[in-house]
């Protein structure tokens, strides 16, 4: 018998994730929200999970730079305008 | 619902389609098998009886993936060791001066083709392990992996941690429950392998995140201190996280050095437990030694009373024909008697006939009395009753001669100490055959000075213990320095000179940081439960007993066994142990992040017949490729595995060809 139980881990893990930042959106700075607005929490987590067995650190940790850096830009930019 | 080749590439499992195996353990030459299975039939089954080769297939993958397999006790085994024996390359293969072993194991993932190929050879004549090189090559499709990419690429398909789950021993499973019971490293590694398994390990993303941060606080810092007002903040901050670099670095050192010291402790550890169990060995050697003597001191001792008497009585060996003879001669005697009785009635009834009067009593006879007389001569005399006197007296002369040689209490002595011989001999043969059998278990085994170890491990407990608490000193005061840092600098990025930019990146890290962190904690213990509800939902499928409720799982992954009112039952059967273990694969494997394939070498002898069904049933369950390993006691080949409604997708046989050569043979599906 088959299951169709793969990928059920990481819609649990991510469905964790955004009920945590729901949970603390009041602690949140205004200016962090309008990143998060921009599911950059999602793509962060995308990355987390698609190199969860990557030992490259510095490989991992250019791959988030790259998701938050592009955000905020955005964030930044709109603000500017 | 889809078939696992339809779904999106990313989705798609790792799956074994074949394995070739040259020159490992007993597969001398070349043998490959194919391992292709499908969604309607995942499982494939390899029969074998012990001792064949079965666990050395599962070795042969362990080797081709990583490059090391240890052995039931964890020892890692060499591809050469000319000294014990024990080695991964064919004994044959060596005395065909044959150097060259390799696995080669074809698999897909995530929709691409993988080849790995591991191979070890030495030039020439080779001496020890170290004249071996091993080359491990890795395909995708046709693109051949540069050799440093090889290792990372494979953990990241089945890391070797987690492994553990999906190519297990079922022997190993047994001892799972006694390792999350003891707090050390290795039920640590467990835990940790579990909540690789489950995805746990990817929302630890959080330590990379403040990393970035403090990069980009660094750089924001370097703006601000160029104003001057805010020289001092800054200068506190960058002390602080000065601070914080040494005492992390310092940590580092002693956690690394702690480390260390935990494998030195474990090896002292495992070293005076080896003492110890050679200690017990020596001393049950010494036992047996003692019996063999004992048992030699009985066969001399009784050896030498049966010579004394023999000396003596040296016709004794042939006391039973004698004893015959006498026999016979009595019956001779007795029946020499029966005729002179036979003939003094004779003589009797003539004299009563001619006197016509009795010559027992005296009465007068008639004629009646005289007829019936001579008709009892007649049948008498008819009986051919014949007077030898000569030959009974011959027989009783006979008779006083053999009775010299009579000596039942010899006799008896003697069979009583020739049963004594025989039992001290099987005796000795136990006792040698238990010698041997511990000579084989402590031949290899380290020796050394008992106390010496001892001291050594005492020594070692008590540094890790010193580190223990250093690092917990460093802890303390690096999580006061982190606070007063992170204070200060939260000042700095909200101070309205500070570049929006990199203040907000500092902000959208920290933050996404501390998210990332509390959900981990959350859904460590969502999927913790999700294990144990899994686990116990498969228990329920596998038991046979109505008592059982299903599983609790603690927060070690340790499961205990629940009776119908939910309580946890103390202590479990080595059968009912295994259906545990299997369990908590199954729920390992459903809440996994990733399928892949699982092959057992497990040992199903040990469960009842109803047991036995519901887990052959359950088997398919288990992966998208299931490969089982079973003897003829566990599954026998002819039996039918569809009347099960299982569908197996291959079945092979490992048959013995010599006594160190085996195949694998593909048998009919």
Not at chain 2, 111 to 118: A, I, T
Not at chain 2, 155 to 166: C, G, N, P
Not at chain 2, 528 to 543: E, K
Not at chain 2, 555 to 578: F, M, T
């Given at each position: 018998?088959?299951?169709?139980?793969?990928?059920?881990?990481?819609?649990?893990?991510?469905?964790?994730?955004?009920?945590?930042?729901?949970?603390?959106?009041?602690?949140?700075?205004?200016?962090?929200?309008?990143?998060?607005?921009?599911?950059?929490?999602?793509?962060?987590?995308?990355?987390?999970?698609?190199?969860?067995?990557?030992?490259?650190?510095?490989?991992?940790?250019?791959?988030?730079?790259d998701?938050?850096?592009?955000?905020?830009?955005?964030?930044?930019?709109?603000?500017?305008? | 619902?889809l078939?696992?080749?339809?779904?999106?590439?990313?989705?798609?499992?790792?799956?074994?389609?074949?394995?070739?195996?040259?020159?490992?353990?007993?597969?001398?030459?070349?043998?490959?098998?194919?391992?292709?299975?499908?969604?309607?039939?995942?499982?494939?089954?390899?029969?074998?009886?012990?001792?064949?080769?079965?666990?050395?297939?599962?070795q042969?993958?362990?080797?081709?993936?990583?490059?090391?397999?240890?052995?039931?006790?964890?020892?890692?085994i060499?591809?050469?060791?000319?000294?014990?024996r024990?080695?991964?390359?064919?004994?044959?293969?060596?005395?065909?001066?044959?150097?060259c072993?390799?696995?080669?194991?074809?698999?897909?993932?995530?929709?691409?083709?993988?080849?790995?190929?591991?191979?070890?050879?030495?030039?020439?004549?080779?001496?020890?392990?170290?004249?071996?090189?091993?080359v491990?090559?890795?395909?995708?499709?046709?693109?051949v992996?540069?050799?440093?990419?090889?290792?990372?690429?494979?953990?990241?398909?089945?890391?070797?941690?987690?492994?553990?789950?999906?190519?297990?021993?079922?022997?190993?499973?047994?001892?799972?429950?006694?390792?999350?019971?003891?707090?050390?490293?290795?039920?640590?590694?467990?835990?940790?392998?579990?909540?690789?398994?489950?995805?746990?390990?990817?929302?630890?993303?959080?330590?990379?995140?403040?990393?970035?941060?403090?990069?980009?606080?660094?750089r924001?810092?370097?703006?601000?201190?160029?104003?001057?007002?805010?020289?001092?903040?800054?200068?506190?901050?960058?002390?602080?996280?000065?601070?914080?670099?040494?005492?992390?670095?310092?940590?580092?050192?002693?956690?690394?050095?702690?480390?260390?010291?935990?494998?030195?402790?474990?090896?002292?550890?495992?070293?005076?437990?080896?003492?110890?169990?050679?200690?017990?060995?020596?001393?049950?050697?010494?036992?047996?030694?003692?019996?063999?003597?004992?048992?030699?001191?009985?066969?001399?001792?009784?050896?030498?009373?049966?010579?004394?008497?023999?000396?003596?009585?040296?016709?004794?060996?042939?006391?039973?024909?004698?004893?015959?003879?006498?026999?016979?001669?009595?019956?001779?005697?007795?029946?020499?008697?029966?005729?002179?009785?036979?003939?003094?009635?004779?003589?009797?009834?003539?004299?009563?006939i001619?006197?016509?009067?009795?010559?027992?009593?005296?009465?007068?006879?008639?004629?009646?009395?005289?007829?019936?007389?001579?008709?009892?001569?007649?049948?008498?005399?008819?009986?051919?009753?014949?007077?030898?006197?000569?030959?009974?007296?011959?027989?009783?002369?006979?008779?006083?001669?053999?009775?010299?040689?009579?000596?039942?209490?010899?006799?008896?002595?003697?069979?009583?100490?020739?049963?004594?011989?025989?039992?001290?001999?099987?005796?000795?043969?136990?006792?040698?055959?238990?010698?041997?059998?511990?000579?084989?278990?402590?031949?290899?085994?380290?020796?050394?000075?008992?106390?010496?170890?001892?001291?050594?491990?005492?020594?070692?407990?008590?540094?890790?213990?010193?580190?223990?608490?250093?690092?917990?000193?460093?802890?303390?005061?690096?999580?006061?320095?982190?606070?007063?840092?992170?204070?200060?600098?939260?000042?700095?990025?909200?101070?309205?000179?500070?570049?929006?930019?990199?203040?907000?990146?500092?902000k959208?890290?920290?933050?996404?940081?501390?998210?990332?962190n509390?959900?981990?904690?959350?859904?460590?213990?969502?999927?913790?439960?999700?294990?144990?509800?899994?686990?116990?939902d498969?228990?329920?499928?596998?038991?046979?007993?109505?008592?059982?409720?299903?599983?609790?799982?603690?927060?070690?992954?340790?499961?205990?066994?629940?009776?119908?009112?939910?309580?946890?039952?103390?202590?479990?059967?080595?059968?009912?142990?295994?259906?545990?273990?299997?369990?908590l694969?199954?729920?390992?494997?459903?809440?996994?992040?990733?399928?892949?394939?699982?092959?057992?070498?497990?040992?199903?002898?040990?469960?009842?017949?109803?047991?036995?069904?519901?887990?052959?049933?359950?088997?398919?369950?288990?992966?998208?490729?299931?490969?089982?390993?079973?003897?003829?006691?566990?599954?026998?080949?002819?039996?039918?595995?569809?009347?099960?409604?299982?569908?197996?997708?291959?079945?092979?046989?490992?048959?013995?060809?010599?006594?160190?050569?085996?195949?694998?043979?593909?048998?009919?599906s």
């Amino acid at each position: 018998m088959v299951t169709d139980d793969s990928g059920k881990a990481r819609s649990q893990a991510e469905a964790t994730l955004r009920q945590t930042a729901d949970e603390h959106a009041a602690k949140i700075d205004p200016a962090v929200k309008k990143v998060l607005d921009l599911k950059a929490l999602e793509e962060v987590f995308a990355v987390a999970w698609a190199r969860q067995f990557d030992r490259d650190r510095a490989a991992v940790q250019r791959d988030l730079r790259d998701v938050v850096q592009k955000a905020v830009a955005e964030v930044v930019e709109a603000d500017a305008d | 619902m889809l078939s696992r080749r339809q779904w999106p590439k990313w989705l798609r499992p790792m799956l074994i389609s074949s394995l070739e195996i040259r020159n490992l353990r007993c597969f001398y030459g070349s043998h490959r098998i194919d391992l292709t299975t499908t969604d309607t039939a995942s499982l494939i089954v390899i029969h074998g009886e012990n001792m064949r080769g079965k666990t050395s297939i599962m070795q042969a993958i362990r080797w081709g993936l990583y490059g090391e397999v240890a052995d039931r006790h964890g020892t890692d085994i060499p591809v050469f060791d000319p000294k014990s024996r024990e080695q991964l390359l064919s004994h044959d293969a060596v005395s065909d001066g044959d150097f060259c072993m390799f696995v080669e194991i074809n698999f897909t993932h995530e929709g691409e083709d993988y080849q790995v190929r591991r191979e070890a050879r030495a030039d020439g004549q080779a001496e020890s392990n170290e004249d071996f090189s091993i080359v491990p090559t890795l395909k995708r499709g046709q693109h051949v992996l540069s050799e440093a990419t090889i290792g990372p690429t494979i953990e990241a398909i089945l890391s070797r941690e987690v492994s553990r789950f999906f190519l297990f021993d079922g022997e190993m499973l047994q001892d799972y429950e006694q390792l999350l019971k003891n707090p050390d490293e290795e039920a640590l590694t467990v835990k940790t392998s579990i909540e690789k398994i489950l995805g746990v390990p990817a929302l630890g993303v959080f330590e990379d995140l403040d990393e970035l941060a403090a990069v980009d606080e660094k750089r924001l810092n370097t703006t601000l201190k160029k104003r001057a007002k805010y020289g001092d903040l800054v200068d506190a901050a960058n002390q602080l996280q000065n601070e914080i670099k040494g005492l992390r670095r310092d940590r580092a050192e002693l956690n690394y050095e702690l480390k260390e010291r935990r494998d030195k402790l474990a090896e002292a550890e495992k070293a005076v437990s080896v003492m110890r169990d050679n200690e017990k060995l020596l001393l049950q050697k010494n036992e047996l030694d003692q019996k063999v003597q004992e048992a030699e001191t009985s066969i001399d001792e009784h050896e030498s009373a049966v010579r004394e008497v023999l000396r003596e009585k040296w016709w004794l060996p042939a006391s039973r024909a004698m004893e015959q003879r006498l026999a016979a001669i009595r019956d001779e005697i007795e029946s020499g008697m029966e005729q002179i009785e036979a003939n003094s009635r004779l003589r009797g009834l003539k004299e009563s006939i001619a006197g016509k009067q009795c010559t027992q009593c005296d009465t007068t006879l008639d004629h009646h009395d005289v007829d019936r007389l001579r008709q009892k001569l007649t049948k008498l005399k008819l009986e051919n009753y014949v007077f030898e006197p000569m030959s009974v007296l011959d027989a009783y002369r006979r008779q006083r001669l053999y009775e010299k040689f009579q000596a039942t209490d010899a006799v008896a002595e003697v069979a009583l100490r020739q049963h004594e011989i025989d039992r001290a001999r099987i005796a000795r043969g136990d006792a040698e055959s238990k010698i041997k059998q511990l000579e084989a278990q402590m031949a290899g085994r380290a020796r050394g000075d008992m106390k010496a170890k001892i001291e050594r491990w005492q020594r070692l407990t008590s540094q890790v213990d010193g580190l223990e608490k250093q690092i917990g000193g460093l802890d303390t005061k690096l999580a006061e320095k982190t606070s007063d840092h992170e204070a200060k600098q939260r000042q700095l990025t909200g101070l309205p000179d500070a570049d929006p930019k990199l203040s907000l990146q500092v902000k959208t890290y920290r933050a996404f940081s501390d998210i990332f962190n509390k959900a981990m904690e959350t859904y460590r213990e969502q999927a913790r439960v999700a294990v144990g509800h899994d686990a116990s939902d498969i228990f329920r499928q596998l038991t046979t007993e109505a008592a059982y409720a299903g599983l609790q799982i603690n927060d070690a992954y340790g499961l205990a066994l629940l009776d119908g009112k939910g309580q946890p039952i103390p202590g479990r059967s080595s059968g009912a142990e295994q259906i545990v273990a299997l369990s908590l694969i199954g729920g390992l494997n459903k809440a996994a992040v990733r399928e892949g394939p699982v092959m057992m070498d497990t040992n199903f002898a040990r469960l009842d017949l109803d047991h036995r069904e519901n887990v052959l049933r359950f088997l398919p369950q288990l992966g998208p490729q299931v490969i089982v390993l079973v003897h003829s006691g566990e599954l026998p080949k002819d039996q039918e595995l569809s009347d099960l409604g299982i569908n197996v997708a291959r079945r092979y046989e490992v048959i013995r060809v010599s006594e160190t050569k085996s195949e694998i043979r593909e048998l009919a599906s």
